[in-house]
C-alpha cells in the first residue's frame, strides 16, 4: 500500500510537469525568427504580441513590421498564441474576424509550414515569424523572447 502511494505521487509529479511545462517561457516548442537585417536580438513577449495583433506597425528602428503566423491548426502555432498572447488560436481566429468584418485590419498572413514561414522571413525586410524549435533555421535570425 505504501509503495502505491509512492508510485501515485510519482505519476501525479510527471504528469503535473508534463502539462507545466511546455506553457512555460521560452521553451513553448518554437522560435521567434525575424529578417536577417533585423537589429532586434531579443523581444519583450507584449511587444511581439502587439506586432502580430498590429497594434504596432514598425520596429523601434522604425521599420515596417511584417508578422507571418502559421495554419490555424498547426501545434507550433497553438503554443505561441498560448504563450504570447495568452489566448487560444480561437480567441486570436475571433479577434481578427471582428476587425475583418469591420473593415479596419487584415490578420497577418499566414503560410503552410515552417518552411514557407521561413522563406517569408528571409525575403520580407522587418519579417517577424514563429517556427518549430527543431526547424532549421538558416538565413533568418532567431532572437529571444522575453
Given at each position: 500500500?505504501?509503495?502505491?502511494?509512492?508510485?501515485?505521487?510519482?505519476?501525479?509529479?510527471?504528469?503535473?510537469?508534463?502539462?507545466?511545462?511546455?506553457?512555460?517561457?521560452?521553451?513553448?516548442?518554437?522560435?521567434?525568427v525575424?529578417?536577417?537585417?533585423?537589429?532586434?536580438?531579443?523581444?519583450?513577449?507584449?511587444?511581439?504580441?502587439?506586432?502580430?495583433?498590429?497594434?504596432?506597425?514598425?520596429?523601434?528602428?522604425?521599420?515596417?513590421?511584417?508578422?507571418?503566423d502559421?495554419?490555424?491548426?498547426?501545434?507550433?502555432?497553438?503554443?505561441?498564441?498560448?504563450?504570447?498572447?495568452?489566448?487560444?488560436?480561437?480567441?486570436?481566429?475571433?479577434?481578427?474576424?471582428?476587425?475583418?468584418?469591420?473593415?479596419?485590419?487584415?490578420?497577418?498572413?499566414?503560410?503552410?509550414?515552417?518552411?514557407?514561414?521561413?522563406?517569408?522571413?528571409?525575403?520580407?525586410?522587418?519579417?517577424?515569424?514563429?517556427?518549430?524549435?527543431?526547424?532549421?533555421?538558416?538565413?533568418?535570425?532567431?532572437?529571444?523572447?522575453?
Open positions: 500500500m505504501k509503495n502505491q502511494k509512492i508510485v501515485r505521487k510519482g505519476l501525479l509529479a510527471a504528469l503535473l510537469a508534463a502539462l507545466v511545462a511546455p506553457a512555460a517561457a521560452g521553451e513553448g516548442g518554437y522560435r521567434i525575424v529578417n536577417p537585417a533585423n537589429p532586434a536580438s531579443a523581444v519583450e513577449r507584449a511587444e511581439l504580441a502587439r506586432l502580430f495583433m498590429r497594434k504596432v506597425s514598425a520596429w523601434p528602428d522604425g521599420t515596417p513590421a511584417a508578422a507571418v502559421q495554419p490555424r491548426t498547426a501545434p507550433v502555432r497553438s503554443a505561441f498564441s498560448r504563450d504570447v498572447h495568452n489566448k487560444d488560436v480561437d480567441s486570436v481566429v475571433a479577434y481578427w474576424a471582428t476587425l475583418v468584418y469591420a473593415g479596419r485590419e487584415l490578420p497577418p498572413p499566414v503560410r503552410r509550414s515552417d518552411e514557407e514561414v521561413l522563406e517569408f522571413v528571409r525575403q520580407t525586410p522587418g519579417a517577424v515569424g514563429y517556427v518549430s524549435a527543431d526547424a532549421p533555421t538558416d538565413g533568418v535570425k532567431v532572437i529571444a523572447l522575453r
